[in-house]
DNA sequence: AGCCCTTGGAGATACGTTTCTCCAAGAGTG
DNA sequence: CACTCTTGGAGAAACGTATCTCCAAGGGCT
């Protein structure tokens, strides 16, 4: 016993005391050796139950806690993935995806648990030293931006990293993104079905896939059906700038009679700016907004609203994520990653893997009119309600 | 060169090319010792300026990046901060104080990011395993249950731990907490000034400190002002069951003029049942409820709401938790939580110490009656708008 | 008896840092 | 010159685990 205390001359028996167990002392608890303790704790090697049991009873005595770090070390699986943010300014996450992201980020946080892994909020901003001083298994990355030299990087360091948003120009090594064409295209149909003739756009001003491919959409389909395109763009993530986009375009000479809004606050925003220029939804004017919040359902009328699903995506990214880093070196045994770093792989196999996942319209009063206008009524002035 | 690349005998050069590089590798192209590169890196030891920099270009060439696990190894430190959020059923967060954990969390992330510390989203129903998996250097905690044994566990182990929400039973190092009997009693005042002659509360059934202690305050203030309680308990966590009870609460015989809802979602519920019953707010109905969401601007008519201010919260907690991390053994250079687990230390320093921060109460049209009735009329049952 | 195979387990090494200790060479100083 | 101090840096010991290699003892078989 306290020969394999004392192995290799370490730990004098004199000192510190209340030190927290570690192997070592759990093995000489045991009367075995380290060997023996891992393999028992860990349901490895060729140990009788009885030994294993002992041995479980004992570290539980000691309270051992084996070290998270050390495992790390020796393992190169930290059990850590990274949760990338897109940033505005100073905050580090977006407001105006803020409930897409919560659900999201809730699911993804599901997942990965379920699957044994923790998730570490790191805002793209982060300064460096803080993305360097943990050890990530893989990245997930939110709607990266056009060329995130982020992203880059850590692809570049052998990081496996699954995006949701469809990627620009940086490399990953998969995505998922709703199919956000498909979306806008059936909104646009479902408006016009319910008797819209000029239906106007509120988007935003970042170069973001999301933003992005719907607007490429709406602009697509008024070319298609020979409609004008009439839409304003404000800063995303600026909430007093939607209110006041909302405003721009409800006061345009060209007032559409049907708007859909990209962010989640449009359609209060649309509702309030409504109301100024004393237009009845839907009667004079049909609302959607893509929102995953039920406030919608509540709202006077109730709103139609597009959901992103966004917890389908969460769970799907980081399944993805996950299967990537364990399918690395779970065949063979070596880790290609490493020994074929990303460059050699994409020449070969092309384009990242991406999933296109499916959306949901939610039809609420504010697209369904009751009696189809036939004409479209000038803009008002701002006055009473 | 090769002499110092070969030290110990290690890293035979015929073998694996493509490994990351180390510290060895920097020292080896550099020629210079493991030593220099760790000093020069980090800013320690006694080196000249051209040594430093010579070191650091040699790091950024051969695109060095320190191992997290390693450093933490060694150092003890991970960088890494736990957010343990409550959890009903399955899903990691609660809704209902969705938005004020979102508010939270973000400010909390912003907080740790700052002082170059990350957090791990960690659900309290983890999986045990995931908990022990992980190497944290402290833990934040938002709304722990009265007797909390994860919370024990992580304080008796020596993880610093700060709560959100006045902790019951467990011990902590310290916490953070609105003043929630401060904010009750000042709502209450506010709708009696407002006219109110029976006021209502809308509440949860669990026993978290914000619950119970908002309970408290309105018992307590029915009994001072001699009025006869009139409230409404439901699962907090059941959007659906929250609608039912503001329903109930309204169908009471001895339903009140005024109401104040403890959760987020309760505004919308009890304007939607209030309309049901053909209350009209504020007239028949005086509204206020706790909500950090700004729709309440926007609805018909905006509601009162009271903020409980989660960034600053959040902000608070985590900078309090980071002290205590980093204050352990700053000043003597001895690991005083070690050598002194905590039953020594709770001993002789009584209760953790607390901060108490104010709430907000930002007035809307909802609680703010136009003429002050003198009659509360009988409830009518549902029937149309 | 000699041989191989299985079982149970011990030893040692490596993971990649940080840091404590120590040393050599000048530089000043009496 | 003999000495101390400072500068610049090397060596080696941890940190705590997982795992590869190897060994001893016994059992069955020819």
Redesign the pocket.
Known sequence: MTA?AN?????PTTSRRL??A???DVAAAA??????V??A??G?????DE?RSRVREVAERLG????A???T???GRSGLIGLTVTTYGEEPFTFTEFAYFAEMARAATSAALGRGYALVVLPASSRHDVWGNIALDGTVVIDPPDQDPLVSELYRSGVPVVSDGKPGNCPVTAWVDNDHEAAVLGILDHLSEAGARRIGLLTGTSTDTYTRLSTEAYLGWCAKVGQEPVYETYPAHDPAAGAVAADRLLARPDRPDAVYGLFDPNGTDLLAAARRYGLRVPDDLLLVCCSESDVYATTEPPITTLSLKPRRIGTTVVNLLIDAIEGVDSGTGVDIARLFPPRFRTAGTGPPPGTLMPTELIVRASSQRRSPRTTVSPPRPPGEV
């Open positions: 394999a192995q290799s001359g370490r730990r030190e927290r570690g192997i070592r009367g075995v050796s380290i060997t023996t891992s393999d704790l860990n490895k090697g060729r140990l009788p030994t051992y806690r084996p070290s770090a050390a495992r070390l020796r393992t």
